[in-house]
T-cell receptor, first 112, second 112 residues
Framework: QQPVQSPQAVILREGEDAVINCSSSKALYSVHWYRQKHGEAPVFLMILLKGGEQKGHEKISASFNEKKQQSSLYLTASQLSYSGTYFC?????????????FGGGTRLMVKP | DAGVIQSPRHEVTEMGQEVTLRCKPISGHNSLFWYRQTMMRGLELLIYFNNNVPIDDSGMPEDRFSAKMPNASFSTLKIQPSEPRDSAVYFCASARDRGGYTFGSGTRLTVV
């Protein structure tokens, strides 16, 4: 079952912060985050494994609450280059390997 | 590394024709995935290979779709016969163990 992302779209001014949420109805082994710019392929940002960890990549960080089956992506002091569609991909907690089911995406637009 | 290489980049074909999409994963990656992306349905997993063996093909829409991975450096996705509703961007992605995915540039398929 597809994870649910919210919000569906966000418009920011440069320097503002945003939070994108990803929620699953199933127990998760890991959550991935990707960014896709228009006309391009999705690009891997980070992976979070079960254990409630938080990771960061410059001014983009994420958390994973295994018990709530939720992950959040935090974008601080946004830059124009952050514009794009953000997808979470969830791997359920089984032995079937690392297949990801992607959410519907959150479209982020950063304006000057 | 050249990344995941897909061909062709664009394909326009007539309904009823056979279409073959090709993918070369990153050397050393043992997982390969075929995804389809449309505005209506988002990113859908079609099939997942691990060590060249198909693990899950439950996402393949119907018998018109087939995929092969004859060796670690090559995979094909074939549609026969093609229909207009197959029009989409098809992505191939590879990963090492349970790591992040690297996506190819995609094949934009238009069936008229």
């Amino acid at each position: 079952q597809q994870p649910v992302q919210s919000p569906q779209a966000v418009i920011l001014r440069e320097g503002e912060d945003a939070v994108i949420n990803c929620s699953s109805s199933k127990a998760l082994y890991s959550v991935h985050w990707y960014r896709q710019k228009h006309g391009e392929a999705p690009v891997f940002l980070m992976i979070l494994l079960k254990g409630g960890e938080q990771k960061g990549h410059e001014k983009i960080s994420a958390s994973f609450n295994e018990k709530k089956q939720q992950s959040s992506l935090y974008l601080t002091a946004s830059q124009l280059s952050y514009s794009g569609t953000y997808f979470c991909g969830t791997e359920i907690n089984n032995n079937a390997g690392n297949m990801l089911t992607f959410g519907g995406g959150t479209r982020l637009m950063v304006k000057p | 590394d050249a990344g995941v290489i897909q061909s062709p980049r664009h394909e326009v074909t007539e309904m009823g024709q056979e279409v073959t999409l090709r993918c070369k994963p990153i050397s050393g990656h043992n997982s390969l995935f075929w995804y389809r992306q449309t505005m209506m349905r988002g990113l859908e997993l079609l099939i997942y290979f691990n060590n060249n063996v198909p693990i899950d093909d439950s996402g393949m829409p119907e018998d018109r779709f087939s995929a092969k991975m004859p060796n670690a450096s090559f995979s094909t996705l074939k549609i026969q016969p093609s229909e207009p509703r197959d029009s989409a961007v098809y992505f191939c992605a590879s990963a090492r163990d349970r790591g992040g995915y690297t996506f190819g540039s995609g094949t934009r398929l238009t069936v008229v």
